[in-house]
């Protein structure tokens, strides 16, 4: 007996960005499947998918906001039924990946939460993972199936040059995202300054900037970040280019997680355009004159036909979507 074997794609998603995901469905030219996802009066979560997944290639998106812990859960929910239903591959689609911050110990008795994480999403039964610029490249290690680092750089890329101007600096907010930024500035043919900050320890979510290292004075700083949480780093960043004598100051992220008191510091801060993509919802109350929100949905769609396709994802990002 011969059979020739058919390539199916389902996709689904959980709750916590339902928008999101139908905007990569509709890029794809597919339906969103129903996981039919519920709350037990305990709490606990339940889902049961409306359709076969026998023998398909199943993708699982789920961004981890809002609240973190049940939006994971909820994937490994979605994750475990696809398995125990003999989906012939699992990938866990996470635009924001949950725990990224705590990717190492920074002091003693700390957990790894991020690998923590990745074990979990293994142990569920996702065979692969899809992820957009995450905290840190080493995330990639702590998943035992292949990983696909994607990255917003295009989308970013194209509206500073679309918006900025001609005589723009882009600026790492701290050390860690220097080579983020020089990314950016070699792409646009600009500047680049970085700015030296330092976390007092025992205060978390506070961040002191020290000095900036380039010349900013009498033009546009564009500081780039992977993601804005409290706003602090941002914030502090904006204070002390405006100092050093900055004519106008842009923030830009791929996460816009904005947790509280996050909005209410980048409403009163000198930051006059703050430029996000949609990898987590923004509420109505956290919507401020200064952000716009950019789609990332073509990004991820993309990298979603690659790898059913068996194509390459890094040739989406020119190879250059590591870090």
């Known amino acids: 007996m011969e059979l020739v074997t058919k390539k199916k794609l389902l996709l689904y998603s959980g709750s916590s960005h339902p928008a999101l995901a139908t905007e990569i469905a509709r890029h794809l030219g597919v339906e969103l499947g129903e996981p039919n996802l519920r709350s037990f009066p305990n709490g606990e979560l339940h889902c049961r998918f409306d359709e076969s997944v026998r023998g398909a290639d199943v993708f699982i998106i789920q961004t981890h906001c809002g609240p973190v812990n049940e939006a994971i859960m909820q994937q490994l929910v979605m994750i475990d039924a696809a398995k125990r239903a003999s989906a012939k591959r699992i990938t866990a689609v996470c635009p924001l990946y949950g725990y990224s911050r705590q990717d190492r110990k920074a002091e003693g008795r700390e957990p790894i939460s991020a690998k923590l994480v990745a074990d979990l999403l293994t142990v569920a039964g996702a065979d692969r993972l899809v992820s957009v610029d995450l905290h840190s490249g080493q995330i ?25 101007g001609p005589d723009v600096v882009v600026v790492a907010p701290d050390a860690g995202r220097v080579k983020v930024a020089a990314r950016f500035s070699q792409h646009l043919g600009a500047d680049l300054a970085f700015v030296n900050k330092d976390r007092p320890r025992g205060r978390v979510g506070a961040a002191v900037a020290r000095d900036v290292i380039g010349e900013v004075d009498g033009r546009r700083c564009v500081v780039i970040d992977d993601r804005i949480d409290t706003g602090g780093t941002i914030v502090a960043a904006a204070d002390i280019l405006m100092a050093h004598g900055a004519t106008d100051v842009w923030a830009m992220a791929t996460h816009g997680v904005l947790a509280e008191p996050a909005t209410d510091r980048l409403k009163n801060s000198v930051i006059s355009r703050i430029v996000l993509t949609d990898t987590v919802p923004l509420p109505p109350d956290k919507e401020i004159d200064k952000i716009e929100v950019l789609s990332i949905a073509k990004v991820i ?4 036909d690659a790898v059913f396709e068996d194509t390459s994802v890094s040739d989406i990002f020119g190879g250059q979507n590591q870090s």
């Not at 994607?150 to 679309?162: I, K, N």
Request: hydrophobic share 45%.
């Open 140 to 164: 990639q290690g702590f998943f035992d199936g292949p990983v696909d680092h994607l990255t917003a750089d295009p989308v970013l890329l194209d509206y500073l040059r679309e918006n900025a």
């Open 301 to 304: 769609a993309d990298a979603i």
